[in-house]
Every structure is written in C-alpha cells, then in structure tokens.
C-alpha cells in the first residue's frame, strides 16, 4: 500500500507533478495496480540469457548530421547557437 | 477530407506528392508517434504540439522510396499509452463501425482510417497490442511484426523492448505489400534484424498444425466472441489444417509483467520532455526541477503521468527486484512456453481482443482498461509474430481472428490469414 504522501514523493521523483485535487483518486488506482502487480511474487524461473542481438556499440566515426539550424528549429529559447535551459544551479 | 472519425492529427492532402514503385500513389496514413519531417509529429500529445521533425522515420523513407502518397498522421492513444485512443490529448477517434464506440487503440486513428476508407493503407505501432486491438474492434487486417523486422529509427519510444511498427489494410494482400516495403535491415536501428520480406500470400495451408491455447478461451473471453474465433478456425480446419490444443501456464503472469516492463521502460523514455530542445517553453528564470516539472505536468495527460509513476517506482531502490526483475523472469518464461508450444504446432491461433470494441467512455478504471489487453500482450513479450484478421461479427460489431506465429515466421502467419480470407470473401 502506498499513502497518499509517497504518491506525491513519486510524482516529485518523476517530475511529472500531481496536482492536489487528483491525489487521492489517483492513489487509490496506484494501489489496485500495484495490488494486481503482486502476482508477480509467485512468479518462479530463470533470467533470460541474451542469444540472437550483439552488442552494435563502436567508437565514434563524424558523419553528416543534422545541421544546426535543423537541431534548434524545435527548442522555445535559443541564444547564439545554443539551447536555452532552466537553471541547474 | 471529411474526417467525422478524427482519425486524423495532421493532413497533408493539399501538399502530397507520390512517386514511383510497389506504393505508387497509394494514400498511406502514418500513426504520429513516428518522425515525418517538415509535418507536425505529436504523439497526440500537449507535451510536442508544435513539433515538427527535422527527419523521417526510415520506414517513412521507405515508404517515399517506394511512391507512396503520405496523406496525414493519424490520432493515438497518448504515446501509445492505451486501448482505445481516447487517451489523446486531442480528442478520441470514433469507430467507422458504430461512432458511439471506440476504434481500439492505441492505433485507434490509423485502423479508422483505412476501415472508413479515407486511405487504403496505414502504419501503426504496437507495444502490447496497439495494432491488433484497433485491427479487431475495426474489422481491418493489422500485422506486429517480429521484433526486430522493422526499424524503430524514427519511432518516438515508449516501450522499446516490446514496441514494433506494422502494416494495416483492409486485405491481408495490402498488408503483405505494405510489410514488404517497410522490413528489412536498418544499421540505425541497434535491434534491427536482418530478414528482409519478400512475400506474396500463399492460400496453401494443407497439413498444417495450429495450437489452440485454452488460457484464449478461458473465462475472461465473452463467450460469443469465442464462438464466432472458433467457427472461424473450423473454417482454416476445412482447408486442411488439424488443431492441437495446448496451454500457456505463464500467461497468468504475462499482463503484470508487460505492464511492468512497459512502465519501467516509459520512464526512462519520456524522461526527455523536457520542453528545453523541443516541445512547450520551458521558463527558463526557474530552477531546472521546477520548470521541468511545470511542463511535464500541463503537457502530459494522466494516464501517461500515472504510467510514469508507475515506472518510477518499480524501478525505485527497494522495489526492483520484486517488480522488474521478476518480470524479466515471467516474460523469459512467456517466451519458454511459446517455443515450447512451436515446437509441436506452426502457428497458434485465438481471439485478438476479449470482447467487442467498448462504448465511448465505458473503460474508466484504469487497471480494468489494462485487463482487455490479456490475449495480445504475450505475443510481444515473445517478440513473435501475430496478424488479427476480421472474421465475423458480435452485435453487429466486428471480431478479429489472431494468428500468432514462431519469430521471423510472419511469412507464414500472414499466409494462414491470406488463407481464411480467401474462403470467406
């Protein structure tokens, strides 16, 4: 069971938000969902083991790209070439 | 276009242009969830209003390489989050078959789109079902691919361990030609597999085995729609086939455990709305946790909010092990049972969906809408091939027929439909 309080601590954790008139609706599924998820604890076997897809990480090779005008048509604020973003500080 | 479906987001009917090749000049509707550039893409969603891709999806460039006329992107379920595409934030598309229920979802637009004939092709996406369940509730032919067939490159992710793009037509020959044009090897793609299809459907099905699970005719099944899946396997038995029944002991697992894969995955890959590279401005005078969260909650619906949440906390510290660890395991085991089962049979059949398309409105509970997707959600956990195929009706509403088949098999899933169809059109 989760309380109405961790419900919002996940919301923070997600930074999704939950706004105050949906919580406890919203809890109250959370925990049906969860409660249907506990079926889970009877679940017995073994841990897959990759067979068929290899690893297609390699070391980086410049090719043509997106250019730069492509890559900022789509971001709100833009500032000489770069990206605008809320403060991380 | 007269859309009184809503099946559409975005039409490009004044700007179409179309070439030459196997789709020349075939109306093709693409779901929004997949990168079209230069044309909004939304995943019916508040969060990318506006969005408009700087690329194509490679199944879109295969789709012009071969002259296809792109008409439009249809609704969804908010990325692919649902069974009904009354998740969109942009209003819910209504079933060309009776407009007081709904089409399916979460390809809900792009199944009614072709049902209603305003295209003859369309693309969809399913991660648990998505192509299959608006494919069934619409009375269209709709095509999961093996996992891996069809490049996800171009595909906005919600899921990408279980998530496939596919073909929807109103014939299984449509959707042959449609699968034709978008399979094959795609080195942007880090899952994509090379198996190339290169099919015509085959009506030849003598002496073939089908599995007949009973966990697909067991008690959450309505009753009538089982009649009408079984009448239609008596039909395949005709032409030569002989049923085997069998069981999947680990289907009892297999909702939790998709919907805790999906949710997990989710979270991590709904992480970048951030509105800062694209989608609605962030303020940027905020501090980053605050401004993020502002955006995320105006621009995400609820079922995508809870969805992450969800994720969120079954990934949490304390909690792994018991949610998403032993769902690996339980999907591990829904992939043991199928090749058990193929080993014996070739292709299982079964209903799609557990009941007719619901009524407008009718789902609101969230875990109950979460149950009707018990019949299509092992198939991608397996990562197996599965078509639904029309096959008769219920209230005057229609049934689909699911044929599922071994991985990289979908040649002869789709020759077993190809098959059906024939005797019954």
Redesign the interface.
């Known amino acids: 069971m989760v309380t109405e309080h961790e419900v919002t601590h996940i919301a923070e954790l997600a930074d999704v938000g939950i706004n105050t008139g949906e919580l406890g609706a919203f809890t109250h599924q959370f925990n049906a969902i969860l409660e249907y998820f506990d079926i889970l604890d009877q679940v017995r076997g073994e841990q897959a083991v990759t067979r068929d897809l290899c690893n297609v990480l390699r070391e980086d090779v410049v090719e043509p790209s997106l250019s730069q005008e492509d890559v900022l048509r789509n971001a709100a604020h833009t500032e000489d070439g770069f990206i605008k973003a809320p403060r991380v500080m | 276009m007269d859309d009184r479906y809503n099946a559409f987001l975005t039409t490009t009917c004044k700007n179409v242009t179309h070439g030459k090749g196997k789709l020349s000049g075939i109306a093709v509707a693409v779901k929004d969830n997949i990168s079209t550039r230069g044309i909004e893409t939304t995943c019916a969603s508040k969060i990318l209003k ?3 891709p ?2 194509d999806a490679h199944v879109v460039e295969l789709l012009k390489r071969e002259g296809a006329a792109i008409v439009g992107k249809t609704n969804m379920d908010e990325f692919g989050m649902g069974t009904t595409t009354e998740n969109s934030a942009f209003g819910p598309t209504l079933n060309p078959c009776d407009t007081g229920r709904v089409p399916g979802g979460s390809s809900g637009g792009s199944a009614a789109a072709v049902a209603a004939g305003m295209v003859r092709m369309a693309i969809g996406t399913d991660t648990g079902g998505s192509i299959r369940c608006p494919a069934a509730f619409c009375g269209i032919v709709g095509l999961k691919p093996t996992y ?1 067939r069809v490049s996800r490159f171009g595909l906005i992710a919600y899921a990408n361990s279980l998530e496939q793009i596919g073909p929807m037509g109103r014939s299984v020959t449509d959707v042959s030609t449609l699968m034709d044009v978008i399979a094959g090897y795609d ?1 942007y793609d ?2 994509s ?1 090379n198996k190339p299809y290169n099919h015509t459907p085959q009506p030849e099905i003598q002496g073939l085995k089908i599995g007949i699970p009973r966990e697909y005719f067991g008690p959450g099944v309505d009753p009538n729609v089982a009649r009408v899946v079984n009448t239609a396997i008596g039909r395949i038995e005709e032409l030569g086939a002989t049923t085997v029944p069998c069981s999947i002991p680990s289907m ?2 297999a ?3 998709y ?2 894969t999906c949710t997990c995955e989710a ?1 991590s890959n709904l ?1 970048r709305f ?21 955006v ?2 105006a621009g ?1 619906g ?1 079922e995508v ?2 969805r ?3 994720g ?3 990934l ?1 510290s304390g909690y792994y092990g ?2 998403y ?9 829904v ?2 049972d199928f090749a058990r089962i193929f080993s014996e049979v070739d292709v299982i059949a079964g209903p799609t969906m557990p009941t007719i398309a619901f009524k407008l409105g009718e789902k609101s ?3 109950s809408m ?1 149950l009707s997707d018990i019949l299509t959600v092992p198939v991608n956990l397996a990562g197996i091939p599965a078509i639904s195929v029309p096959c008769g009706k219920v209230e005057g509403m229609p049934v689909g027929l699911q044929i599922m088949g071994r991985p990289f098999d979908d040649e002869r899933v789709i020759d077993v439909a190809y098959a059906y169809e024939q005797v019954v059109t």
């Open positions: 506006g969005y408009v700087p690329y891996g080195r880090s899952t597999v009892e697992y909702l939790a455990a919907y805790v979270s992480a951030d509105g800062v590279r694209y989608g609605p401005a962030t303020d940027t005078n905020k501090s980053w946790h605050a401004a993020y969260q502002e995320r909650r995400f609820t909010r809870r992450i949440m969800l969120t906390f079954a949490s018991k949610y660890a032993k769902a690996q395991i339980a999907r591990e085991n992939k043991r509970d969230p875990l979460y």
